[in-house]
Structures are given as C-alpha cells and as structure tokens.
C-alpha cells in the first residue's frame, strides 16, 4: 500500500505562510513617497535617483508619487519643492520650519512620522546617506514599521508588496525583504545605485504644507556651529564619469601612483577595492564596493582588482568596465566588457603615455564632463 500523498508543507520561509490580511488600519495606506534630502540649500542627488525609481513603483502601483521636503522656511526648501515636480513628483509635502534649518534628529523625526500619520503612504524611500541612515531608523521604530536599508533594487510584487532587495552576509547572498503587515514599507537605497532620472521642466504642483508643532525648547540636540567638512568636496568619485581604481595587484603604495596618473590624464578620479583602505595605501573616501562608494561612470578601468562580489556590487552599473588582470581566470573578466590579460604596472604608464599623448586639454575636459 501506499503512503497517502501529503500536500506540499509551505517551506518556513515562504510568503504564503506569512502573509496575512492587513490590518484595518493600515488599508487605508497609499501612493510611494520619496523623502528629498537638502541641506543648506543643497538637495541629495540620491533624491533625484529615489524619484525616478519611486516613479516606477508608483506606476506599476497605479499610485502617486509625492516628494517630501522638509527645511527652513525659505526659497531652498520652496526651490526644493519645485524641482521635485521636474523629477516626476505628482504633488509635493512640506513642512518648512527654522527649527529644521539644519538637521536634527528629534525634528526631522517629528515632522517626517506626522506627515506620514496625517497623509499615510505606502512606501517610504529615502536615501542611505549619513542624514537618510539616522532618519530612517527612527522614523521606523517611531511609526513601529519595518525598514530595509541599504537596497540595492525595489519592485513591487504582484499583490503590491514591496519587494526590498538588498545584500547579505556580506555580499554573498541577495536577499529579498517584504514588511507585509505594517505600513509604510520603508527602505534606504545609497547613493548610485538608481539610474539619475531625466529631468523635464515642469510646472509646479500640488503643495501640501504640515507644521511642524514643535518650539525649540522640545529638542534636546542644540547646534552650538556648523564646521563644513574640509574633505567633502575632495572627491566626487560616486558622481564621476570616469573612474580608474587598482587593487592588491598593484603590489604596493607606490605601483598605485600609476592608477592616479592615469586618472589625471583622463580627467578621472581614482578609486580603490578594500584591501588598499586597510593597509593604510588609500584613504577609505575612496573605496569602491559594498561597503565603500557605488559608483555609476561611463567609463571604469580597473587594475590588480579581482572582481570580488562586494566590489562588483559597486560597479556594476558603469557603461563600459575595462580589466587589466594577469590571471585569465580572475572573476573581474564575468563582468567587465573588455578584458586585458597583463601586468598592469607595466600597462598603466603605457596607457597614460598614450592618452597624454593623444588627448589635448580641450579633450580631456570633454570625457570628464
Ligand atoms: C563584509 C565585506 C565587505 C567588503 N566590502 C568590500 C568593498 O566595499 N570593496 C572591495 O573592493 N572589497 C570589499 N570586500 C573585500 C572583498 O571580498 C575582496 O577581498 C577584495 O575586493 C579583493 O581586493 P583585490 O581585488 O584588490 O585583491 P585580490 O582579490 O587579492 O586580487 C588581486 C588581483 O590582482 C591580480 N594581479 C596580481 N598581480 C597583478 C599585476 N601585476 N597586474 C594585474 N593584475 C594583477 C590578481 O590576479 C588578482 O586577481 C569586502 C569583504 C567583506 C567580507
């Protein structure tokens, strides 16, 4: 005789064994928001790259897509404000305070988790930079919602929930994150890893003001002077359109000269993988990876650099990966569009020759912008 069939158990980790009929509540949650981080008048292109991945949700959602600007009361918030419309904003929140003239936890805090109660979204993005980190760890444990940070893609499922993707385990593993019985969905995306939308002139929309509700006397964190970071405009590696980087390959601090005067001439700026940061080679501004800068150029030469996946998850996204490796085997050669087998501190000062020789400054000015 045979064994009655069993039907199939619902693996521990499925999503049919643990979705549930939302809450009440929470039904009444729609459209995607993306949070615009400015700071002294200067908004987060992480901002721009969350409207043009939030556009897509909303899309696929058959939702709106709203911008949320929080600042001082002035013309950058309102500039703030309108430029969202030119990302493909649908309307626009604000809440313009001089309580959130510079960032502070509690305020940002205040003034994010009422517009969310007032207005209800269903998914919140915002930008896993040094401000986007802080904000939205509180705001989830304020709201008492799930957040994934550091996402590298977003999607809806087919019953609407936010696919919030991210690695794990050190980068070894993709894992795919949903927060099916709470609301808003949150996640942080770092800087790079979306596409930077077009941007197409458009008209002001709706603006929704909130106050904020808030005196002075209610924030603990008092802002004695600002000190503006002498480095911070020292490389604009995430933004460039070309980037050299050399790895462990270069052998030592002074084959890694190679790699930046190969930059120079090409108008570039230079990068790393991990091992150089630790050993003291490069400063940690620039490495590129998992745990360094994502970075998006048109143009990536990689030198001495074998491919580890939490390097490629940071370049992946370049146009054109060029690798110069002496192992014909090494996993940069999966990835990158053209390959070169050699030793690249015999090939670099070549390379730099030739591109000085053949590019005039004019030119050279050309690739970088
Ligand atoms: C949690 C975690 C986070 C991490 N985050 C990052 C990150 O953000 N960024 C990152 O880069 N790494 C990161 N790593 C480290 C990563 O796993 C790899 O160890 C690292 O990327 C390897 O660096 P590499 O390619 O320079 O060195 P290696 O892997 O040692 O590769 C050196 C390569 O150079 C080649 N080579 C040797 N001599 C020459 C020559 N003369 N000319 C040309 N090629 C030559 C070799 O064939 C080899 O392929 C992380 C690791 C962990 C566990």
């Not at 069939?5 to 993306?34: D, N």
């Not at 904003?89 to 959130?100: I, N, S």
């Not at 996946?309 to 002496?326: F, P, S, Y």
């Amino acid at each position: 005789m045979s064994e009655p069939t069993k039907a199939p158990a619902a693996s521990a980790g499925s999503r049919a064994a643990t979705k549930k009929e939302l809450p009440e509540h929470f039904k009444a949650y729609k459209h995607v928001w993306v949070f615009i981080e400015q700071e002294r008048g200067q908004v987060h292109p992480v901002s721009w790259e969350l409207m043009g991945a939030g556009r897509k949700l909303a899309d696929k959602l058959k939702v709106e897509l709203a911008a949320i600007v929080l600042g001082p009361d002035d013309e950058a918030t309102q500039h703030a404000a309108a430029e969202a419309f030119s990302y493909g904003a649908d309307l626009t929140y604000v809440v313009a305070d001089p309580l959130l003239t510079d960032y502070r936890n509690e305020a940002y805090t205040k003034a994010l988790t009422d517009v969310v109660n007032t207005y209800k979204p269903e998914i919140l993005l915002l930008g896993a930079t040094t401000l986007g980190r802080d904000l939205a760890g509180s705001v989830a444990t304020t709201l008492l919602t799930g957040l994934t940070a550091d996402c590298t893609e977003l999607d809806v499922d087919a019953d609407g929930s936010l696919a919030a993707t991210r690695p794990t385990f050190g980068g070894s593993l993709l894992c795919t994150i949903y927060t099916l019985n709470y609301r808003p969905q949150m996640a942080t995306v770092r800087p790079r890893v979306m596409p930077m939308p077009e941007r197409e002139e458009k008209p002001i929309g709706r603006i929704i003001t909130h106050p904020l509700g808030m005196v002075e006397d209610d924030i603990v964190t008092k802002i004695l002077s600002f000190l503006p970071d002498r480095d911070s405009a020292k490389s604009n590696l995430a933004y460039a359109d070309v980037v050299v980087a050399g790895g462990l390959g270069l052998g030592s601090p002074e084959n890694f000269q190679l790699v930046r005067q190969l930059a120079g001439v090409l108008g570039a700026e230079y990068g790393c993988s991990r091992p150089l940061v630790q050993k003291g080679w490069v400063t940690s501004d620039r490495q590129i990876g998992q745990t360094g800068k994502t970075i998006r150029p048109k143009l990536y030469i990689a030198a001495g650099i074998s491919g580890a996946i939490q390097h490629r998850v940071g370049v992946e996204g370049a146009d054109m990966i060029v690798a110069i490796n002496t192992d014909k085997n090494a996993p940069i050669f999966d990835f990158a569009h053209v390959g070169i087998v050699t030793d690249a501190i015999r090939l670099l000062p070549a390379l730099t020759e030739a591109f000085r020789a053949r590019l005039s400054p004019h030119s050279r000015d050309r690739i970088a912008s």
